[in-house]
């Protein structure tokens, strides 16, 4: 079974239309991120989250927001959806180890929701 | 701010080696990570240099050069398979340090050819 996973893969939705992205993970992973992926422009972190009651704004929040519902759950919301949001969007996790030790930047990345929005 | 370079694309032949650059502004530094990522697939973690020299994990080695910004991910006998994009990232600094974030390049995209 996949460490990651992310429903729905694959999502059509309208101008307006409130929409939720989910992502678990079985890692045991105190942080998770969101992320956006557009053609060109490599992997933008829209919100983060070191554990249960620590959410943080990314590079471009704007329009979205969060839930951090369990350790193993976080959730991305659109309120109000727009064609400039259609991306792949990832959920990645990762787990602390402090100092310079490699493992501190391995994330790990669920399978990707390809959202289009009409 | 915080900001990273990569060449967009860059192509090579079967069995050969393929270096490809990241050259990084960062107002603090803890490392410098590569990820590889399939056409429409996960991102995936290849390498983590925290200090200078060379990092040697099977056909694919990184490279970090702190006072020169720089680092590289080598690729040697390429096979088909490797065609993708390759993606370097530094963690994320604010003046009250380190934010635990990842901070990706635009990526470069490798086209092996047979």
Known sequence: DADVTQTPRNRITKTGKRIMLECSQTKGHDRMYWYRQDPGLGLRLIYYSFDVKDINKGEISDGYSVSRQAQAKFSLSLESAIPNQTALYFCATSDFSGGRSGRVDEQFFGPGTRLTVL | ?114
């Open chain 2, 1 to 114: 701010g915080q900001s990273l370079e990569q060449p967009s694309e860059v192509t090579a032949v079967e069995g050969a080696i393929v270096q490809i650059n990241c050259t990084y502004q960062t107002s603090g530094f803890y490392g410098l990570s590569w990820y590889q990522q399939h056409d429409g697939g996960a991102p995936t973690f290849l390498s983590y240099n925290a200090l200078d020299g060379l990092e040697e994990t099977g056909r694919f080695s990184s490279f970090l050069s702190r006072s020169d910004s720089y680092g590289y991910l080598l690729l040697q006998e390429l096979q088909m398979k490797d065609s993708a994009s390759y993606f370097c990232a530094v963690r994320g600094y604010t003046g009250s340090g380190n934010t635990g974030k990842l901070i990706f390049g635009q990526g470069t995209t490798l086209q092996v050819k047979p």
